[in-house]
C-alpha cells in the first residue's frame, strides 16, 4: 500500500543517525524509523561505539543488515574506535569526518544529528572543526534525570564517554537532550512486537528476532522479562515532531564520571525533555512499518 501522503519541501530535515546499534535492541527500532519517515532525509548512518573492543565494527555490521532487510541503501560510516580519551592524536573517522562536510555543506534543509549512544563521533567532530557547532541540531538520548539524579548511578550513553558528552554540551551547538526517566518510557510489550511488528517483511521478523534473542542474553538482566523500552526511538520522534513531548531549557550540566551532575552559572542552554508522548511514536513507527513491509 505505502504511504499515500508527502511531506512539503520547506518542512523536510537532513538527518544523520549516529547509532551503537549492536549494543542492544532498541536501535534498530529507532534507525527504521528514521529511515521510513518521509519528513527526514537520512543522509547516512554512522556507527559508533559502546564501551568494549571492536563495538564500532560491530554496529557496522548491524546497520548494514537492517538496511539489507528494508531492501534501502544509505550510506554507513565507521565511528571512532573508542571514547574520544583513546582516539586523541589519531585521525578522525570516516563518520566524523562526513559529518563535518555535511554540517558546512550549503542546504535550506536544516541538519539534525540522532544520537542514540555514546556522543564520540559528534565531539571528535566538533574538536576538528568547531564551525559546525552553529550548523546542526543535536538530539541525544542519553544522562540521567538533572532534577533526581543518583550519584554512582551509571547511565550508560553517557558513560561510555563522559569526555564527548562534556564536550559538546560546552560547545553552544544547539542540543536536545532526552534523559533515562524519559527515555524509558517507550515500554512495549513483546507480545505486541510479535504480533504487530514481526509479520512485517523480512525487517519485522528481524526486529522481533533480534529482541528476543537479546532478551535471554546474560547482559539483558536488567529488562522485565516480556516488555523493552524503546528508548532510542524518542530522537525520531521529536525531530519529526518537536513538541512531542514536554521539555524545559536550562542551563547545560556538567557531567562527573559518574554520570551525575555538577551545575556552574554561565553554562550554555540546552533543551531537556521531560516527558515524552510514547503513543505517537510507537504508533507511528508501527503503521509506518505495517503499510511499508506488510504485504512482504
Known amino acids: 500500500m505505502g504511504l499515500q501522503y508527502e511531506v512539503p519541501e520547506y518542512k523536510r530535515l537532513r538527518v544523520i543517525v549516529d547509532t551503537d546499534a549492536a549494543c542492544e535492541a532498541d536501535d534498530p527500532f529507532a ?3 528514521a529511515l521510513m519517515s518521509k519528513k527526514l532525509e537520512v543522509k547516512a548512518i554512522l556507527a559508533e561505539h559502546f564501551g568494549v573492543e571492536g563495538s564500532t565494527k560491530a554496529s557496522y555490521d548491524e546497520i548494514v543488515t537492517v538496511l539489507e532487510a528494508m531492501e534501502l541503501s544509505v550510506p554507513v560510516y565507521m565511528g571512532e574506535e573508542g571514547a574520544l580519551a583513546q582516539v586523541e592524536g589519531k585521525e578522525i573517522s570516516p563518520a566524523a569526518k562526513f559529518l563535518m562536510e555535511e554540517a558546512l555543506r550549503v542546504d535550506e534543509k536544516p541538519l539534525y544529528v540522532l544520537c542514540l549512544g555514546a556522543i564520540t563521533n559528534v565531539a571528535s567532530a566538533i574538536q576538528a572543526c568547531p564551525e559546525i557547532v552553529s550548523k546542526m541540531t543535536v538530539i541525544w538520548i542519553g544522562g540521567q534525570n538533572p532534577d533526581n539524579f543518583v550519584v554512582g548511578h551509571r547511565e550508560f550513553n553517557a558513560g561510555n564517554d563522559i569526555d564527548a558528552i562534556n564536550l559538546v554540551v560546552s560547545s553552544g551547538v544547539e542540543f536536545w537532550q532526552i534523559p533515562n526517566n524519559v527515555y524509558g518510557s517507550m515500554s512495549i510489550g513483546l507480545a505486541e512486537i ?4 514481526a509479520p512485517c517483511g523480512r525487517i519485522g521478523r528481524h526486529l522481533f528476532e533480534n529482541m528476543v534473542n537479546y532478551n535471554m542474553q546474560p547482559c539483558a538482566g536488567w529488562t522485565d522479562g516480556e516488555s523493552w523500552a524503546l ?4 530522537a525520531v520522534g521529536v525531530a519529526l515532531k518537536p ?8 542551563e547545560a550540566p556538567i557531567f562527573n564520571p559518574d554520570t551525575s551532575y555538577r551545575f556552574e552559572p554561565g553554562r550554555p542552554m540546552i533543551r531537556v525533555y521531560t516527558s515524552i508522548d510514547s503513543r505517537y511514536i510507537l504508533e507511528d513507527f508501527i503503521s509506518k ?3 511499508l513491509y506488510r504485504e512482504r
Not at 510479535?194 to 511488528?197: F, K, L, N, P, S
Not at 528508548?231 to 524518542?234: E, L, R
Request: proline residues 5%; contains cysteine; positive net charge.
Open 231 to 234: 528508548g532510542d526511538s524518542p
Open 194 to 197: 510479535q504480533d504487530r511488528i
Open 243 to 250: 513538541n512531542c513531548g514536554q521539555y524545559v531549557y536550562r
Open 289 to 291: 512499518l505495517r503499510l
Open 31 to 33: 534507525i527504521a524509523h
